[in-house]
């Protein structure tokens, strides 16, 4: 790996999820990074097979491998390679299960930053690289135990004279030479394990084997060995004598115990993970509890002030009836006009306002059932003629067969009423709008309404279904409109188990359509 630049492959299929990461990583300043991307985990181990990486971001679930299976595939192909798991959601038990299967970390989204994913490949580069050199120390060990310099010993028990080669004298720091007894052999053992050492000899001696590690005292320090004999006796069964090997295991014991310190602090390190997105967890809900108040407490004050000023209002346009239908002069048959026709503007607003109310609250009462196309689209079309008639449009519905769709009968003409209101009030002049219904995947029909208007520009789109966003009435302020139309259409469609969308070209027009469950027949 060059030391200037770290080689990462960042296996994410979401989009979003994958830009946020690579922002992350260039605001990460501590390190320099060659980032290559794929979107599903058989590109992400294709491009193992074709180059080097010297860290994998591996998102769990991707769509041709989900959960543990995923890090269980990459570990088999890129074992040298250290991986960081990242996932949507805060889960010990998968936390822990990857660090388990191999996994150097385990990332949630949502909550990396830069320099935090800067420290975490870091690290996780560099402890890969520590297990290696530790697994490769223990490999070289296991090799030079084979060919390795493994002391010899004989024991003349009767007489009690030990015998000691050359290589045998240097594991146990002695100089070459030195008289020996088996008293001598047990005061160079570490003084906790003389019992165990000692009670392990004297059952050999009676016929069991010996075979057994210990720690001895060295000028060097403190050492292990492994000891193995074999006792040989004579005919009324005495032992006579004990011939065996000595092995140096200290390397192989260090090896175990920066192990054992290894994971001891990645266990640390998971445990305080673990308790950062415990508490993570707790203020997020606590979060989510208090716009689910919010969210509630304006619900109900929608709802409330609906009622409170539809029942003025409605007293208001009935006065405003029985006036008309007394003996007035031109000026004020004008009057009361006007005060009848913002009246019903306003409760025209006021009800659009109480059925967002009442959606949001989930107190809106949807009622599914078969809706014939035909006959709806009709009924819907007599409604809306004497506004397009009014303003020289044409209207043409086409493609209307005999299809049944799964709805509530009322609110599906509501949002058909809404969408070819805009149509109508949004056109040109002399302009068109086309009614046309169409077959799409898995048993949805679409009805889109088309019309020959300005267009809508492609950074106005998303506002569409904003509520109180009427775009493009700066340009038509005469249009008449609450803004809150294409935000209850799209909630009583999506409420009906559907959806519903725009599409627009500046100059040529827009189609807005809504989506819904066939019924076959």
């Known amino acids: 790996m060059n030391a200037n630049l770290i080689r990462v492959l960042l296996i994410e299929d979401d989009p979003d999820d994958a830009l946020l990461l690579k922002e992350s990583l260039a605001e990460a300043n501590a390190i320099r990074v060659k980032l290559t991307h794929a979107d599903h985990l058989s590109e992400g181990l294709q491009r193992i097979a074709e180059q080097e990486f010297d860290v994998v971001l591996l998102d769990l679930n991707l769509p041709d491998s989900r959960g543990l299976d995923t890090l269980n595939l990459l570990l088999r192909q890129v074992a040298a390679t250290p991986v960081v798991v990242l996932s ?272 949001e609250g989930g107190r809106l009462s949807i009622s599914l059932e078969s809706v014939a196309l035909y006959d709806l689209v009709s009924e819907t079309l007599d409604l809306i003629q004497p506004l397009a008639k009014q303003r020289g449009i044409q209207i043409a519905s086409v493609q209307i067969a005999e299809q049944t769709v799964k709805a509530d009968r009322q609110r599906l003409r509501q949002v058909l009423l809404n969408l070819l209101g805009n149509a109508i009030k949004y056109n040109r002049e002399q302009g068109t709008v086309t009614l046309t219904c169409e077959a799409r995947p898995e048993n949805y029909l679409r009805l889109n309404v088309r019309d020959t208007g300005p267009g809508i520009a492609a950074n106005m789109l998303e506002r569409a279904f904003t509520p109180f966003d009427r775009l493009g009435a700066e340009k038509k302020a005469e249009v008449e409109g609450t803004g809150l139309g294409l935000a209850l259409s799209k909630r009583l469609v999506e409420a009906m188990g559907g959806a519903i969308g725009v599409e627009s070209v500046v100059g040529e027009g827009s189609v807005f359509w809504i989506e819904l469950p066939e019924i076959k027949k």
């Not at 015998?163 to 146990?172: K, L």
């Open 88 to 359: 949507g959601l805060a889960d010990d038990e998968t936390t822990l299960e990857a660090v388990k299967m191999g996994a150097q970390d385990y990332l949630v989204k949502g909550e990396i930053n830069g320099p935090m994913l800067g420290r975490v490949l870091h690290y996780a580069i560099e402890r890969k690289r520590a297990e290696a050199m530790l697994k490769s120390s223990e490999d070289d060990l296991n090799r030079a135990q084979s060919v390795a310099h493994i002391g010899s010993w004989k024991l003349d028990i009767p007489r009690n004279v030990l015998q000691w080669s050359d290589e045998t004298y240097r594991i146990f720091g002695i100089e070459r030479g030195a008289a020996l007894t088996y008293q001598i052999f047990l005061d160079h053992v570490h003084p906790d394990d003389r019992e165990n050492v000692n009670r392990a000899w004297q059952i050999a001696l009676e016929g069991a084997e010996y075979n057994i590690e210990h720690r001895i005292i060295t000028r060097q320090g403190i050492g292990w060995v492994n000891e193995r004999a074999v006792i040989d006796f004579d005919r009324l069964g005495n032992a006579i004598l004990g011939t065996g090997t000595v092995q140096d295991i200290t390397q192989r014991k260090q090896v175990e115990a920066e192990i054992l310190a290894l994971n001891a602090s990645l266990e640390q390190r998971v445990a305080l993970r673990t308790a950062e997105l415990e508490e993570s967890n707790r203020e997020l809900q606590k979060a989510k509890e208090a716009a689910e108040q919010a969210n509630r407490a304006k619900t109900e004050f929608l709802s409330r002030m609906s009622h409170e000023l539809r029942t003025p209002l409605n007293a208001v346009l009935g006065f405003a009836q029985v006036l008309e239908m007394t003996s007035l002069n031109e000026r004020q048959k004008t009057d009361i006009g006007h005060i009848h026709t913002a009246g019903k503007h306003l409760l025209d607003l006021i009800n659009e306002v109480l059925d967002i109310a009442r959606v």
